[in-house]
């Protein structure tokens, strides 16, 4: 069974700071990794992934992430926060067998809050 | 729309009523899925749909949850004798095939009285 955690429900930064949004999975088998944001009262909307091409993969609105599989991680970072990055974060997990569908686990996520 | 398309986006039922949820995929998408986003959770897996099969019903959490993508486009997710613990915002998602990117649709917000 696969399975996500987001560390810190909840995640304040000042305007101009270094977003860093945690995300650890567990998966028996390779997994393909994504991030989601979910602005209020609106769906899900994808904000980059990984599928086993390069590690550092770079997504909409300047956000990357880096897999790292000696620590299960695939944590979400920007270098300057902007108000309008304050939402709802996801990170999800599925597996590369595909046979199932492209079944998503998500994390519980992170509100990120962005403060003048 | 370009989008996933759902309806009603916002729908208050009585305890024991019975609802129907409808989703308009992405045109030509061939995978869809249904998710269950509870307060404050992440979204979780109902059912997902290749064409107009049923693969996977592994997390609809009771018989009387429901979904059926009869002509493998829209799709409707039924919920009979509604219980409170099934108010949470429902997510239709699509994508063009197994292992390509998935869209989310807005959702529809079922809240049980």
């Known amino acids: 069974a696969q399975s996500v955690t987001q560390l810190g429900s909840h995640v304040s930064v000042s305007e101009g700071a270094l977003v860093l949004l945690r995300c650890n999975y567990s998966s028996s088998v390779p997994p393909y990794l994504f991030w989601y944001v979910q602005y209020p009262n609106q769906g899900l909307q994808l904000l980059l992934k990984?599928?086993?091409?390069?590690?550092l993969v770079k997504g909409i609105n300047g956000f990357e992430a880096e897999f790292k599989k000696s620590e299960t991680s695939f944590h979400l970072t920007k270098p300057s926060a902007h108000m309008s990055d304050a939402a709802e974060y996801f990170c999800a997990v599925s597996d590369q067998n595909t046979g199932g569908g492209n079944k998503l686990t998500f994390g519980t996520g992170t509100q990120l809050k962005v403060e003048l | 729309g370009a989008g996933v398309s759902q309806s009603p986006r916002y729908k208050v039922a009585k305890r024991g009523q019975d609802v129907a949820l409808r989703c308009d995929p992405i045109s030509g998408h061939v995978s869809l899925f249904w998710y269950q986003q509870a307060l404050g959770q992440g979204p979780e897996f109902l059912t997902y749909f290749q064409n107009e099969a049923q693969l996977d019903k592994s997390g609809l959490p009771s018989d009387r949850f429901f979904a059926e993508r009869p002509e493998g486009s829209v799709s409707t997710l039924k919920i009979q004798r509604t219980q409170q613990e099934d108010s949470a915002v429902y997510l239709c998602?699509?994508?063009?095939?197994?292992?390509?990117?998935?869209?989310f649709g807005e959702g529809s917000w079922l809240t049980v009285v």
């Open positions: 998602a699509s994508s063009r095939d197994r292992g390509n990117t998935i869209y």
């Open positions: 990984y599928t086993s091409a390069a590690t």
